[in-house]
């Protein structure tokens, strides 16, 4: 996940968004879940993916409130 680029969300239209997000979090929740039986090689990846989720979720906030 380190090597992979930042998204470009304010390039994204809010339906995208709102599709990314929602697979997003099914990843997580995979990974979570392979995590839990057998550890993964890098642990780390879970934090970077919550933490894409939340840019995510914000800039869909910020285009609800009209910013």
Do not use: C
Request: hydrophobic share 35%; no cysteine; proline share 3%.
């Amino acid at each position: 996940m380190a090597a992979k680029e930042k998204l470009d969300l304010k390039s994204l239209s809010q339906q995208d968004l709102k599709e990314k997000i929602t697979e997003e979090q099914l990843r997580l929740k995979k990974i979570t879940f392979s995590h839990a039986i057998t550890p993964i090689e890098n642990p780390m990846s879970i934090r970077s993916l919550r933490r894409e989720i939340a840019r995510m979720k914000t800039e869909l906030h910020k285009r609800e409130l009209g910013f």
